[in-house]
């Protein structure tokens, strides 16, 4: 007889037992403060869990599985004297068993890894994706609640928006979407697209400028980002968890919502080298389908490349300004741009600057 651990399968408790080798099953008496009890284990349904000599630990029928645990030098030798070629003795079921468990273990990790690279690489990618597909007027749509919500953070300078957006009428521009312009009060020198064609300037950006080719630069560069929907990608590509979230949880009108409810994200969006450049290049497009001086660009990009602290946000959020502008050089270069006068954008401009 063995003393050891009695396991019902159903608790993780283990019970004091006595174990008996029997001709053709193990019996088990167990034994709690409160209760007693005998098993019958017929040889047929036992198997190994652990087999060695300091430790055996022996499992019992289906599920709940019953279990012993025996912590005695001498079971595991007769067990072996006792039941000679019975299955569960056989090392064959233990080594399946223990690959069977790497094997678990293994393709669990590499299900993980799977889910890991889903969630942090694919998750993003495939809102990216989704957001460039979204209809216009959906983007439209969603574009101005959250435009009305960043508005809300600032003084509209009504003056300037109105002779900005006549400026904006005069110039002739290709989009998809309807452009709107607003000039907010702020001494920070920047402006962004919203989704859906909104464009918001800060009027310490047109304050610093000198020739309205710049500002036709501008407005072509953060058109460019409108019609080539960074933002509404980056938006998405950013809170792509959220939005993963919303959809699991049945909410439909999620995707527009998180990134209406997320509008200062806005501020911290980075675009990709390539986004800016891209951007820069539909800039220097707009002058050049207005016969305006394609240098404004570059005029634009000499004066935004600055140290002083107003500009700060602008140099960070548009790295690289040196190569941009020497790109930029270049392309003009290789190009033939024809100017002429435009006296409806110099009105338009005067206006806006007050002269
Ligand atoms: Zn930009």
Known sequence: MFEGKFYNGRTSKGMPAFITLEPNHIHIVWQTDAES???????????????????TVLEYGKFPRQSIAVFEQGFRQALEQQYRGAKFLSSKYNSFLK??????????????????????WGVPALAEKAAAHFPEDYEHAMGESLYNRVLEGYTVDSAKTVALQAYLDALQVQSDFPIRVTVVENEVVNAFAMPGGFILVHDAILDKM??????????????????????????ARSLSHYMLLSVLF???SGISAVIIDNASSLYSLEYSRKAETDSDKAGLRLLA????????????????NSDEPEFLKFVSTHPRTDDRITALNA??????????????LEAAWAELKGE
């Open 210 to 235: 000198e020739h309205h080719e710049e500002l036709a630069g501008l407005l072509g560069h953060e058109i460019g980002h409108v019609q080539m929907r960074h933002s509404t990608k980056a938006m």
């Open 37 to 55: 009890g005998t098993e019958v284990w017929l040889l047929p349904d036992i198997h190994q869990l652990e087999f060695n000599d300091a430790t």
């Open 331 to 344: 392309h003009i270069k290789e190009n033939k741009y024809k100017t002429a006068p435009n006296p409806a």
């Open 99 to 120: 690959t069977g468990v790497k094997g678990l273990v293994l393709g669990g990790l590499c299900l993980l890894t799977v889910a890991v690279v889903l969630f942090f």
């Open 250 to 252: 049945g909410d439909a």
């Open 289 to 304: 389908q207005n016969r305006l001086d394609p240098k404004g660009m570059v005029w634009l990009m000499e004066r935004l």
